[in-house]
């Protein structure tokens, strides 16, 4: 675990004008400027122009998805490479939001491979829909990652961060957010499907984020005790104070 953080804001489908857009990165900017912590925005891709237009200072920007090829046939889409040249450096791929509407194991590997030879860095999500008493989330875990990224090569691996997003802990519909405790088994066991398929050197070289409800409460714990090397924020990072808390 590296001493400087991953904070990752996911600003989902938020805010509703550009103008609201703009005004919040501008608070990031300044906050992350003033912080050693590595801060990603993943904003709407309608934003990400306007943003990047007013200049990134430290932040990096992930879309929030993106179909493979570069342009092409396909309505209603927007290609990985379209966003790498408006300025993403990453890609939140897989998230169990866009899993609901039908985004397919097979679709999140295409879009890592896609990632990988643009040099885009993927945030592949992954994380079970129910935590059972009999292990079987572990299963479902290991599943998404083996589909998205067998086949990759071994020295490529160091590029991919995995976000465990238990969907039980996500949104305001959330259980609760995990426990420490559930956090830090998890980050252990990404690391070991990780070293079954990629060794044990290259496996650590892999950055393991959390989220689900993460705050300005939890955030410090997760960050301390849970195994992770960061944090995917989702509601908290609209809010610039309590966005700020997190990654002081
Ligand atoms: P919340 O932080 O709002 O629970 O969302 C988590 C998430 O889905 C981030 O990608």
Redesign the pocket.
């Known amino acids: 675990m590296t001493s400087k953080k991953i904070i990752v804001a996911?600003w989902k489908m938020n805010p509703l004008t550009g103008k609201e857009a703009v005004a919040l990165f501008k608070k990031v900017k300044s906050l992350a400027g003033k912080n050693k912590n590595t801060v990603i925005v993943a904003p709407p891709m309608l934003y990400l122009e306007a943003i990047k237009r007013m200049g990134l200072g430290k932040v990096k920007l992930a879309s929030q998805g993106g179909v493979i090829g570069d342009t092409g046939a396909q309505t209603g889409m927007v290609s990985l490479a379209m966003v790498k040249k408006v300025g993403a450096s990453h890609a939140i791929l897989g998230?169990s939001e866009m899993r609901a509407r039908g985004t397919t194991d097979q679709e999140v590997a295409e879009q890592v491979k896609d990632c990988i030879t643009k040099n885009v860095t993927p945030i592949l999500c992954v994380g079970e829909k129910e935590r059972e008493g009999d292990m079987w989330y572990l299963h479902a875990v290991k599943s998404q990652i083996e589909l998205a990224l067998t086949g990759m090569q071994k020295a490529k691996i160091a590029n991919v961060i995995i976000a465990y997003?238990p969907i039980w802990a996500?949104?305001k519909n959330?259980k609760r957010e995990a426990t420490v405790k559930e956090c830090e088994e998890m980050a252990i066991y990404i690391k070991k499907v990780l070293a079954d398929m990629f060794g044990h050197k290259e496996s650590k070289k892999v950055s393991i984020l959390y989220?689900?409800?993460?705050d300005e409460k939890n955030a410090h714990v997760f960050l301390e005790q849970g195994g992770v090397d960061g944090l995917?924020?989702?509601?908290?990072s609209l809010n610039s104070k309590q966005f700020s808390a997190i990654i002081n």
Do not use: D, F, K, Y
Request: hydrophobic residues 40%.
């Open positions: 996911n998230h997003e996500i949104g959330a989220g689900g409800s993460v995917l924020v989702g509601r908290a």
